[in-house]
């Protein structure tokens, strides 16, 4: 089993700061993709931001420029820092992880954090 933890959300101003942490743990023989994804209120889960095995990064339209996710790779840990904020961007940020296991593929999977509530205020 794996387990994703989320951390470093809360209250930000309109045109502030917050960074993002999450956490993979557990049964991980290789993270083939981390990235976060965000719920705002009676909207559909959207992706935000990823990144791939070999560093690669891929951001929604409307975070270029604004959010940057980084990979401590030891610590199979991601975080997302996130400026210039907006109301727009409340939600509850989640994290997703990716676990690959070419010798044992029945350890694979898909894993899912709690989410982090963020709330941007003008």
């Known amino acids: 089993q794996v387990h994703v933890a989320e951390s470093g959300g809360g209250p930000a101003q309109q045109g502030g700061s917050l960074r993002l942490s999450c956490k993979a743990s557990g049964d991980i023989f290789m993270i083939s993709d981390m990235g976060w994804h965000r719920q705002a209120p009676g909207k559909a889960r959207e992706p935000v931001a990823n990144i791939i095995g070999d560093g690669s990064t891929t951001y929604a339209d409307f975070v270029k420029g604004r959010f940057t996710i980084s990979r401590d790779n030891l610590k199979n840990t991601i975080y997302l820092q996130m400026d210039s904020l907006k109301p727009e961007d409340t939600g509850v940020y989640y994290c997703?992880?990716?676990?690959?296991?070419?010798?044992?593929?029945?350890?694979?999977?898909?894993?899912w954090g709690q989410g982090t509530q963020v709330t941007v205020s003008s």
């Open positions: 997703n992880v990716v676990v690959s296991n070419p010798v044992q593929p029945w350890r694979a999977g898909n894993y």
